[in-house]
Each structure stands twice: as structure tokens, then as C-alpha cells.
């Protein structure tokens, strides 16, 4: 796990801490962060980690939060290829819950999906965080026509601002690992 990474779960557990409570948490949470020979986590290396990851981080008087224009609330997401299927899932950051809706145009629909097949909505989080989606840009396209193209849109909201991209055939260079990282969530391959 990297430092940063471990900041974000002291934050999302406490809410805003001081930069001491965030150097006590790590001390105290997890020994592969800190090295063998040192028992604390310096606060002036922690001071110096959020401002250099100031795109993720706020630091006011000492306190430290995650920037309200990357702090996930709500997404969606919507895949559809011809013939199908037509793949939704809405994922509530803030009720740590998600819906997975699939619509195919023949009958050939997969079964339900079974209990204790999905992935936890935290740690989804944890890798929408490395996957950046609010640097991506608003439209994907290919050059020419496309009949029976691959259609997709993202709609990230986050406490500060709403991210939405979308797609005909062309991707982001992440689209690969997002697609991976909904299916470990929903419990199904999620892609076409």
C-alpha cells in the first residue's frame, strides 16, 4: 500500500484529522508502510506528501481532507454493444451500496447473480482513486462510421463537482482496469 493510499482510508474512516492523528493512525495501523527502522511516521513527511498530492488533497491549519472535487458520492456507469447486453451499474459512494441492471434484446440472459459473488463498494473506491476518472476527457470517438460500435458513459458526482465521459468504440487508456474493477465489484464480467 502506498502513503497516500493510506491517508485516503484514515480519511475516509475519520473524516477530516490533523496531520498528527493521520501520523498516529499510521504508526499504529499498519507496520509494512513504516519501515523496521522507524516506529512513527515523521509529521513533517506526511506534510510533504499531501502537498505534493495537492490534485487529491486539502490542507487547512493543519488539517488535512480529501479535495471535495475528488471525494466520490455517486456513479454511473452504462456499456451497450450491439446486439447487447446493456450493462448499468449506479454505485452510492456515501450508502456503500451499488445496483447492477443487464438488458439483453434475446434470451439468452445469465442467470441471477448469486450471493457473496461481488466486491465491496471501499474497495472500489480505492481504485477509482488511481484510476483518475476526472482527468478523462468528456468524448471518446473513432475516425469514420461506426454501425455496431461499443457505446459507454461514466458520470462521476463527487461533493464539489460532476465528471462525465463517454464513448463510441474509443476508450480512455484505463478503460481495461475500470472494466476490471466493475467486475470484481457487481461479481460479473462487465464489458463487451
Known amino acids: 500500500?502506498?502513503?497516500?493510499?493510506?491517508?485516503?482510508?484514515i480519511l475516509e474512516k475519520k473524516g477530516n484529522a490533523s496531520i498528527p492523528v493521520i501520523c498516529q493512525e499510521m504508526s499504529e495501523q499498519d507496520h509494512s508502510i513504516v519501515s523496521e527502522r522507524q516506529d512513527l511516521v515523521e509529521?513533517?513527511?506526511?506534510?510533504?506528501?499531501v502537498s505534493s498530492n495537492n490534485e487529491l488533497f486539502l490542507v487547512k491549519d493543519d488539517i488535512v481532507s480529501i479535495r471535495p472535487d475528488k471525494e466520490p458520492v455517486m456513479m454511473t456507469v452504462v456499456l451497450h454493444g450491439y446486439p447487447g447486453p446493456e450493462m448499468r451499474v449506479r454505485i452510492d459512494f456515501k450508502k456503500n451500496t451499488f445496483t447492477y441492471f443487464e438488458w439483453h434484446l434475446d434470451?439468452?440472459?445469465s442467470g441471477p447473480l448469486k450471493a457473496g459473488t461481488f466486491g465491496s463498494v471501499e474497495d472500489?473506491?480505492?481504485?477509482?482513486?488511481?484510476?483518475?476518472?476526472w482527468e478523462w476527457e468528456e468524448?471518446?470517438?473513432?475516425?469514420g462510421i461506426v454501425v455496431d460500435g461499443t457505446s459507454w458513459s461514466v458520470e462521476l458526482k463527487t461533493k464539489g463537482k460532476t465528471y462525465e465521459s463517454?464513448?463510441?468504440?474509443?476508450?480512455?487508456?484505463?478503460w481495461k482496469e475500470f472494466c476490471k474493477a466493475v467486475s470484481a465489484l457487481?461479481?460479473?464480467?462487465?464489458s463487451c
Open 1 to 9: 500500500m502506498k502513503m497516500y493510499e493510506a491517508i485516503l482510508e
Open 43 to 49: 509529521p513533517s513527511y506526511i506534510q510533504t506528501l
Open 139 to 143: 468524448d471518446y470517438q473513432t475516425e
Open 166 to 174: 463517454r464513448g463510441l468504440d474509443s476508450f480512455p487508456k484505463q
Open 124 to 133: 472500489f473506491k480505492k481504485k477509482l482513486y488511481l484510476l483518475r476518472i
Open 186 to 190: 457487481v461479481g460479473k464480467k462487465f
Open 107 to 109: 434470451s439468452k440472459a
